[in-house]
């Protein structure tokens, strides 16, 4: 074979090399998807949970500064996870916003109370929880009434264990798929080299001699085609946190290492064993058998 040739061929090589990179890489970041979206599906959850307000209503003779003796009183309690103190002032301008600056004077004195918003803790967004947390705030001698969306407690329970079933069954058929594709991507790449393979078991080489170069070939694919993958993902994240600042506060740094791990993993583990497989599959074939 000539210069011309060989260059050639090692121009080819290096093209297909960086091709089945990039291919990996494409669908690790799929799998990098999926797990994060699995890993943080409870922390999502939770998120739009702790959202959720109550309002309470202090009765009429009760001034601001009893309304916030309650809140720090509120504040202590296991099931409140942050209380906002909304001042008879405040509340006043608010209904002046809403209904207009005239709405008050039919009345002698302002008609609204001071209130205070509560978000509950996650695992007390229930329509029961909820009832025992109001029937723990009225009993306080301040409180007039306690009152919340109940018909949006109720879908949101409803709708998110509808999302998350949906969810689990799109990331495991997502996850079959990336590591079909990367089985099939792992698989053209050592394929291309079968002759090779047949030459290196005519001249008397053993199975795991001839493995061995291909295997370490595949671990530094897999990491190459991982730290590209982690680095579109991180990206990705970026503009997350730029655009979605409120999303990307469920993103804790730990599951986020933890991510990045998987998609690690993934990509050398799936890399190894198909080549694994495909090598072993040529070296029992025959010269005819390669051609097809």
């Given at each position: 074979?000539?210069?011309?040739?060989?260059?050639?061929m090692?121009r080819?090589?290096?093209?297909?090399?960086?091709s089945?990179?990039?291919?990996?890489?494409l669908?690790?970041?799929?799998?990098?998807?999926?797990?994060?979206?699995?890993?943080?599906?409870?922390?999502?959850?939770?998120?739009?949970k702790?959202?959720?307000?109550?309002?309470?209503?202090?009765?009429?003779?009760?001034?601001?500064?009893?309304?916030?003796?309650y809140?720090?009183?509120?504040?202590?309690?296991?099931?409140?996870?942050?209380?906002?103190?909304?001042s008879?002032?405040?509340?006043?301008?608010?209904?002046?916003?809403?209904?207009?600056?005239?709405?008050?004077?039919?009345?002698?004195?302002?008609?609204?109370?001071?209130?205070?918003?509560?978000?509950?803790?996650?695992d007390?967004?229930?329509?029961?929880?909820?009832?025992?947390?109001?029937?723990?705030?009225?009993?306080?001698?301040?409180?007039d009434?306690?009152?919340?969306?109940?018909?949006?407690?109720?879908?949101?329970?409803?709708?998110?264990?509808?999302?998350?079933?949906?969810?689990?069954?799109?990331i495991?058929l997502?996850?079959?798929?990336?590591?079909?594709?990367?089985?099939?991507?792992?698989?053209?790449?050592?394929?291309?080299?079968?002759?090779?393979?047949?030459?290196?078991?005519?001249?008397?080489?053993?199975?795991?001699?001839?493995?061995?170069?291909?295997?370490?070939?595949?671990?530094?694919?897999?990491?190459i085609?991982?730290?590209?993958?982690?680095?579109?993902?991180?990206?990705?994240?970026?503009?997350?946190?730029?655009?979605?600042?409120?999303?990307?506060?469920?993103?804790q740094?730990?599951?986020?290492?933890?991510?990045?791990?998987?998609?690690?993993l993934?990509?050398v583990?799936?890399?190894?064993?198909?080549?694994?497989?495909?090598?072993?599959?040529?070296?029992?074939?025959?010269?005819?058998?390669?051609?097809?």
């Amino acid at each position: 074979m000539s210069k011309v040739e060989n260059k050639m061929m090692r121009r080819r090589l290096r093209s297909a090399y960086m091709s089945s990179v990039l291919s990996i890489s494409l669908v690790l970041l799929l799998v990098g998807s999926a797990a994060l979206l699995l890993v943080n599906a409870h922390n999502v959850t939770d998120y739009f949970k702790e959202n959720m307000k109550l309002s309470i209503l202090m009765k009429p003779e009760v001034s601001d500064a009893g309304a916030l003796e309650y809140q720090v009183e509120l504040d202590a309690q296991p099931f409140v996870h942050s209380t906002e103190f909304i001042s008879k002032a405040q509340g006043t301008r608010e209904m002046e916003a809403m209904l207009g600056e005239g709405f008050l004077e039919v009345f002698e004195t302002s008609p609204i109370p001071a209130s205070i918003d509560i978000r509950l803790r996650a695992d007390y967004v229930a329509l029961d929880s909820i009832e025992r947390v109001k029937s723990i705030i009225m009993k306080s001698p301040v409180v007039d009434e306690v009152s919340y969306q109940q018909t949006l407690i109720e879908a949101l329970n409803e709708n998110i264990q509808k999302i998350s079933f949906v969810l689990a069954i799109f990331i495991a058929l997502l996850l079959f798929i990336s590591f079909v594709l990367i089985g099939n991507t792992v698989r053209l790449s050592v394929f291309a080299r079968r002759f090779t393979i047949h030459t290196m078991r005519l001249v008397g080489a053993t199975r795991s001699f001839i493995r061995r170069p291909f295997l370490l070939q595949a671990v530094f694919q897999g990491i190459i085609s991982a730290f590209v993958a982690i680095l579109f993902l991180l990206g990705i994240l970026y503009f997350v946190k730029k655009e979605f600042i409120q999303l990307f506060e469920v993103f804790q740094l730990g599951s986020l290492l933890a991510v990045l791990g998987i998609v690690l993993l993934s990509g050398v583990v799936i890399c190894v064993v198909s080549t694994f497989f495909v090598v072993n599959r040529i070296v029992s074939s025959s010269r005819d058998e390669l051609y097809y």
